[in-house]
């Protein structure tokens, strides 16, 4: 069995470490495909590591091999981050499991996430465009026809964090590759490296 796993590692630390390990310790798979980002990061800012270097540090971690997520696809959105890496992965026709981690807890409801973006209901549509034409952005446009869609105000709190948004856009992605691969979430702990501000404004648009 074979787990994949998407990355920065821009260093390893010891939150990948724990993740890395956690994945492991649930899936009980023999082996790790880490796809990780090369000389430029999500945001379109140059590497603090060099790719050859973190892709050391994830061998010395445990990870089995390595594949380089192509610029393409590492400077640009959530979910052309996520498609690029879920693509890859896809395509080996060898992994099994994909693991991310999450500040929420329940794979089920960013699957919900996931499925009203992926499938685009006709209220979905009909929101959104109504949001739209009051002059409202598309971020902001459909994050409101997706509350509106979901009705819950619990996921108004899920859509705000910046692991959740990015796990959202992993399970759309499986969902339009139809991949067998099979999401496992790894509840993160502690706080992101980035701020919940750009994340947010991020979530529906681009990466700065």
């Not at 010891?14 to 999500?42: C, P, R």
């Not at 960013?110 to 009909?126: G, M, Q, R, S, T």
């Not at 971020?139 to 009705?151: F, Q, T, V």
């Not at 969902?175 to 404004?201: A, E, F, M, Q, W």
């Amino acid at each position: 069995m074979v787990l994949g796993i998407v990355a920065e590692y821009n260093p390893f630390h010891n939150g990948h470490l724990y993740h890395l390990l956690k994945s492991k310790e649930i899936t009980k798979d023999d082996y790790t495909i880490a796809v990780i980002s090369g000389n430029f990061t999500q945001r379109g800012e140059p590497s603090l590591v060099d790719k050859w270097t973190k892709a050391e540090m994830a061998i010395d971690n445990g990870i089995d091999l390595v594949l380089e997520l192509p610029t393409l696809y590492s400077v640009s959105s959530a979910e052309n981050f996520a498609d690029g890496a879920v693509k890859i992965l896809n395509s080996l026709k060898i992994v099994d499991h994909i693991s991310f981690g999450a500040e929420c807890s329940e794979l089920n409801k960013l699957n919900i996430i996931a499925n009203v973006l992926y499938n685009e209901p006709k209220e979905f549509k009909n929101t959104l465009s109504e949001e739209l034409n009051k002059g409202n952005s598309f971020a902001r446009a459909r994050e409101i026809a997706l509350l509106k869609y979901l009705d819950d105000s619990s996921f108004k709190s899920i859509i705000s964090e910046p692991n959740n948004i990015l796990g959202i856009e992993y399970l759309k992605a499986l969902k339009k590759h139809r991949s067998k691969i099979s999401p496992v979430l790894v509840k993160r702990k502690g706080s992101g490296h980035l701020t919940r501000r750009l994340y947010r404004n991020n979530f529906f648009c681009y990466i700065h």
